[in-house]
Structure formats: structure tokens, C-alpha cells
Nanobody, 113 residues
Framework: QVQLVESGGGLVQPVGSLRLSCAAS??????MAWYRQAPGKERELVAT???????NYADSVKGRFTISRDNAKNTVYLQMNSLKLEDTAVYYC?????????WGLGTQVTVSS
């Protein structure tokens, strides 16, 4: 019954911005997070946010990305500014409900000149 649907990905030039959304349904969620996976690389944690909106970021995105959530809408966002070529990846939403974790199918972000 749990479903996570990402949106907002696309093609953007370096230094540009994108805002990703993840609409979650089917449960009450605790911590939520964004991960990303570039071609040929392992999936990596980008940012996390608790139910109280405490956020943490990977060093590679700190100062450029902002994670936020709207608990009433069960939606988590990732505002991405000052994008770099190395930000190109499939971005995945993850949500925890109790001890269970759930994944979205991902949305492609391509940064290219």
C-alpha cells in the first residue's frame, strides 16, 4: 500500500537549479531521505530529514541543496541550486515508517552544458 513517487527531474545547465518532489502515501513516515546513483557508481546518501525537520547533508551538496518536508502532505522536497556536472544521477526518495523502509523508482537529473 505504500507508494513513493518522485518528480521534478530533468536536464539543466551547470549553475542552474531544480526542485525534486517525493509524494508518499500509505503510512505515517518518520525520517525521509534523498539518495542518488550516478552511472557506474554506488548509490549514495544525499540528504536526510527527521519528522521534526532536522536535516543533514552529504559534504558534496552542503550549502547547495536543501531538503524539506510537508508532513500534512506526506511530501519531501530537494531544492538543488548551483548544480554541477557531478550532480548528474538518478535521484531516489526513501521513507521510513517505523522499522520499515521504502524506495521510490527514481527521477533522472542531468546537468550538462
Amino acid at each position: 500500500q505504500v507508494q513513493l513517487v518522485e518528480s521534478g527531474g530533468g536536464l539543466v545547465q551547470p549553475v542552474g537549479s531544480l526542485r525534486l518532489s517525493c509524494a508518499a502515501s500509505g503510512s505515517i513516515f518518520n525520517a525521509m531521505a534523498w539518495y542518488r546513483q550516478a552511472p557506474g557508481k554506488e548509490r549514495e546518501l544525499v540528504a536526510t530529514i527527521t519528522s521534526g525537520s532536522t536535516a543533514n547533508y552529504a559534504d558534496s551538496v552542503k550549502g547547495r541543496f536543501t531538503i524539506s518536508r510537508d508532513n500534512a502532505k506526506n511530501t519531501v522536497y530537494l531544492q538543488m541550486n548551483s548544480l554541477k556536472l557531478e550532480d548528474t544521477a538518478v535521484y531516489y526518495c526513501h521513507a521510513r515508517a517505523g522499522l520499515f523502509g521504502y524506495w521510490g523508482l527514481g527521477t533522472q537529473v542531468t546537468v550538462s552544458s
